[in-house]
Every structure is written in structure tokens, then in C-alpha cells.
């Protein structure tokens, strides 16, 4: 039999195929097509627990020297490298879906899971409490596409989106296209991995931590002096910085949209361990099987989530925050500048002077504006409103 020059059809097993399913007792051999014993049992055995059941798409496949060393042992036939690739890429399509079929159905797919899932009505209504900002990576495809697939069925375009990401061009380009509206920033632990490279006869890392350093100053002014200082220290890190990427990509005070203190996207990296295994599965499988994740979460903390009072207002971390703030604010001096616009002058205990805008949530720290919660000025601002 020449085991070269025989292709199989799209969608079938090919004649030259060895399919060996592990986690599941039958194999199939592609030239008979009859199903062979892996393990042989004698009768009489004694009882063993049933294993669990293993997914078609989580069974693995060999690699191809195994499957050229099973065809030669069980047929006695060479097969080349390329031959036992192909068999074990067409295999892994039958049991994990082709990606150009995914595709096909994936508008029909999305059109089914708004009509009929509920099960994640729940992040749908939860997203309009939450800070608006999207962390994506792009390594979350590993089909045949590797591409970026980027819908928005349930979050509508808007300028008070922001999406951070690790500066894929991919994912630039297409959140440019779909969400010509929203915000881009760039993680700036990927960014800071790059810069690294361009400084030379110092320590890498603390460079790395300076530029991150940089990225986090709240005000403008104070921004200004650290940058500067960075230039000079490392010219051609900041000459990096200055070509390949804009100012308000990265530093968290000249940044146009709500990012609030979010500027990595590490998190993604949690999210791809949790589904590590999905990203190998074809499109349709991927969201199905991130779905089924992401309804078991929402399930497990149900309870926790209608437990909690809906008096409170604030979520723990930022309670916690406050609560410890507390007593540092009290101790601080207020004036009253405009009893109508609500706003105060604070010192603060280095002795510099804030202006506080209570009923416009600013403070000349930019920390309110930017994290969306009190700083100490204006928590000492409100304490003194709620006495008087
Ligand atoms: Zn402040």
C-alpha cells in the first residue's frame, strides 16, 4: 500500500490515519477502520471504578514519531514524517472541529447565544456597574487562524471603553475597526520589557521599573519631572519610547479615557491558564467551553453576591482603603474656599496644598479623578461637609 499518496477527503478520516484516543479504551486503526483493544481485559477481572468521561476534544493525539513507530510496529510499513503530521492534524480536526467550519457558524452561533443563553445575562448586567475597561492579549488563538476574532454583540462602541492590551498590532487594528470610538492603552509591563532592551551598561530591570515608575504619576507636573529625569538618564530608552509609541498610550495623567489604576494586562494571563486548553479547540468549541467556565462562576458566587447588603455602596477593597484612611484624614487641615461649589483647600502632612472639588469628584492630586474614589483630601473634604 503507498502510504504517501493518499489524501483524505475533507471531513473523513484518512485511509492512512491511526487515531489512538487516550482516556478512552477503543482505538482505530484508519486503513480498517475496526476498533482494536488498547488495553486487554481478562474476563473475570475484578471491578474497577468507570473513569470519567473524557471529552472528544480532550482526548490528545500522539505525536507523529509515536504514530510512525505505531504504523511500522502494527502494519510494517514507513511512513515519512509528514505523512503521520497529516494524519494526526486531520484527526485532531474530527475530534476538535475544523477552524474553517467554526467560522462558517460562527454568525449563527452568536445569533443562538443571544436569543437563548442566559446564562450570562448575569456579566451582561453586571458589566454596566463595572469600570469599563477590557484587558485583551493575543495569545488567546490557536487554531489554524491565529488571528483576532473580535465581536461586539453585547458591548455596544462607546468613548468610555478602554481597552488595554499588550500592543499586538492585530488587536490595534481591530479594535481600531470595531471600536473606532473607545480608548487603547498598552500594558506597560509589556511596554517596559521592550524599553529594557534599548538601555545599555545598567541594570536592565531597574530601568524597566523606572519607565513603569514614570507611567504611574497622577498629575501632569509631576509626570514631567520624572520623564525628564528618565530621558537623560536613558536617552535611547526614551528614544524608543518617543518612535514606536505615543505618551498617552501609556502614562496614566495624559491618558483620554477612564482607565482608573488598571495598566497592565496580567490578568489576561490568569484567564489564558484557566483556558489553557480551550485555546487549542476550535472557535465554536472555545466559546463553548469558555462559557460553560464563566456560568460555573457566576453560579458558585450567586450567593455570595445577593448575601451582601444593598445598602453598601462600595466594594471591600475600597471600603477597606477608606476605613484605613480614615484616621490619617482627620488629622489633616481643611478650609472651606465655596460653601455652594462644595470645594476645600487641604494641607496635606508634607505641607502642599490641594484644592478639593467635592461636587465635581476632582482633587488637584488627580487621584480622585483618576481612580474614581476619594484621596485623602477629599475624604478630609467630606468629613468636614458632613460636620457643617
Ligand atoms: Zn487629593
Redesign the pocket.
Known amino acids: 500500500m503507498n502510504f504517501e499518496n493518499q489524501h483524505p477527503k475533507d471531513g473523513e478520516i484518512g485511509p492512512n490515519a491511526i487515531v489512538v484516543y487516550v482516556g478512552k479504551e477503543k482505538a482505530v486503526e484508519g486503513d480498517s477502520n475496526k476498533e482494536v483493544e488498547v488495553e486487554s481485559h481478562d474476563e473475570g477481572d475484578e471491578y474497577t471504578e468507570p473513569r470519567p468521561i473524557v471529552e472528544p476534544w480532550q482526548m490528545e493525539t500522539p505525536p507523529p514519531k509515536i504514530i510512525m513507530d505505531l504504523v511500522k510496529t502494527k502494519l510494517g510499513v514507513d511512513i515519512s514524517y509528514s505523512t503521520a503530521l497529516r494524519g494526526k492534524k486531520q484527526v485532531v480536526t474530527d475530534l476538535k472541529g475544523s477552524p474553517d467550519e467554526s467560522y462558517k457558524i460562527l454568525r449563527c452561533y452568536l445569533h443562538m447565544l443571544e436569543k437563548v443563553n442566559h446564562a450570562l445575562g448575569a456579566s451582561v448586567e453586571g458589566f454596566k456597574v463595572m469600570r469599563k475597561v477590557i484587558t485583551m492579549d493575543a495569545t488567546f488563538l490557536k487554531n489554524g487562524y491565529k488571528g483576532v476574532l473580535m465581536s461586539k454583540t453585547v458591548v455596544g462602541d462607546s468613548s468610555k471603553i478602554v481597552f488595554m492590551t499588550n500592543r499586538n498590532t492585530s488587536l490595534i487594528k481591530a479594535i481600531a475597526n470595531v471600536y473606532p470610538l473607545a480608548h487603547h492603552g498598552f500594558c506597560i509591563w509589556h511596554l517596559s520589557q521592550n524599553v529594557k532592551c534599548y538601555a545599555s551598561n545598567v541594570n536592565k530591570d531597574v530601568v524597566a521599573w523606572r519607565f513603569m515608575e514614570c507611567s504611574r504619576f497622577y498629575t501632569v507636573a509631576e509626570f514631567n519631572i520624572a520623564y525628564a529625569s528618565f530621558t537623560t538618564r536613558y536617552p535611547f530608552a526614551a528614544k524608543y519610547l518617543e518612535e514606536s509609541t505615543q505618551k498617552e498610550r501609556w502614562a496614566r495623567c495624559v491618558f483620554p479615557g477612564d482607565i482608573y489604576n488598571l495598566d497592565t494586562s496580567n490578568c489576561v494571563q490568569s484567564m489564558n491558564n484557566v483556558f489553557k486548553d480551550a485555546g487549542r479547540y476550535s472557535l465554536i468549541l472555545m466559546l463553548d467551553a469558555k462559557l460553560k467556565k464563566f456560568s460555573e462562576w457566576f453560579n458558585e458566587h450567586r450567593k455570595d453576591a445577593v448575601s451582601g447588603s444593598v445598602a453598601n455602596k462600595l466594594v471591600p477593597l475600597v471600603e477597606n482603603y477608606l476605613h484605613d484612611l480614615w484616621a490619617t484624614a482627620a488629622k489633616l487641615k481643611v478650609t472651606e474656599l465655596n460653601g455652594f461649589k462644595i470645594e476645600y483647600n ?1 494641607i ?1 502632612s508634607d505641607g502642599k496644598s ?1 484644592l ?1 472639588k467635592l461636587r465635581l469628584r476632582s ?6 479623578d483618576i481612580q474614581k474614589y ?5 475624604l478630609v473634604s467630606f468629613i468636614t461637609f458632613q460636620k457643617y
Open positions: 487641604v496635606d490641594y478639593v482633587c488637584s492630586c488627580r487621584f480622585f476619594p484621596c485623602v483630601h477629599a
